[in-house]
């Protein structure tokens, strides 16, 4: 019986000059058009050093096969969107509860729009993009943010959540928003959607208080 497939997603090499690290920019960014424009399939080590400037021998400098390049890709999104979802976090700080919540919500669903098309492909075309570890540790990280939040809201609204109900909001709201930015439904008004889904966030969170005193 075979065990689970392994890859080598790591780099062959490190680049450390800047003019190495522009290359191996070049081609993660070469790598991540070619995957939106012709999915996992089409990606080869020849296109992205073409798409990317770069000679077929700079690629395999540091990167051992198209399986690296895919999880660099993967790991660069998921810095991205974890930097926007932190600034997001700070923003909504500075809002009262409901707003701040309404905010909160919306911008994970904009910062999942906004990366929709590679995130189709990394998540429904790539086999072993979970293994990559910076995909493998968002979710963690996601937990991370919203004991952030959970902290100011217990801070300046006297609501306390166990960690496993903020689990369950957190895993709840994130899979929602992530299926309403890759899959919208057909004939429902997007912000609808996310007006309810604030709106049961907050009524949850209101139990939480009230059971709470009780």
Same mark, same amino acid.
């Given at each position: ?24 920019? &070049?081609?993660?960014? @070469?790598? %991540?058009?070619? !995957? *939106? /424009?012709?999915?996992? #399939? ?25 399986? &690296?390049?895919?999880? @660099?890709? %993967?790991?660069? !999104? *998921? /810095?991205?969107?974890? #930097? ?29 729009? @906004?990366?929709?098309?590679? !995130? ?40 306390? !959540? ?53």
């Amino acid at each position: 019986m075979s065990g689970k497939q392994v890859y080598d997603l790591n780099y062959k090499k490190v680049p450390k000059q800047a003019r190495a690290k522009a290359t191996v920019n &070049a081609i993660i960014q @070469a790598s %991540a058009q070619i !995957l *939106v /424009e012709e999915g996992y #399939a089409g990606l080869t080590t020849n296109r992205v050093a073409e798409r990317a400037g770069a000679s077929i021998g700079s690629v395999y400098e540091y990167f051992p096969g198209k399986e &690296a390049m895919v999880a @660099a890709v %993967a790991t660069q !999104l *998921v /810095e991205v969107m974890l #930097a926007e979802m932190q600034s997001a976090l700070l923003r909504a700080e500075r809002l009262a509860f409901e707003p701040a919540m309404r905010h909160w919500i919306e911008s994970l669903y904009k910062i999942s729009c @906004a990366q929709h098309q590679l !995130l189709k492909v990394l998540l429904f075309q790539v086999p072993f993009v979970h293994q990559v570890p910076a995909v493998a540790g968002m979710r963690a990280e996601l937990f991370r943010l919203a004991l952030v939040g959970a902290s100011k809201t217990r801070e300046y609204h006297f609501i306390h !959540l166990s960690r496993e109900s903020l689990y369950l909001i957190t895993s709840m709201t994130g899979a929602a928003l992530l299926q309403l930015a890759l899959m919208p439904p057909p004939g429902l008004d997007i912000d609808a959607i996310i007006d309810e889904l604030t709106q049961k966030m907050i009524q949850w969170l209101y139990q939480a208080r009230d059971g709470d005193k009780h």
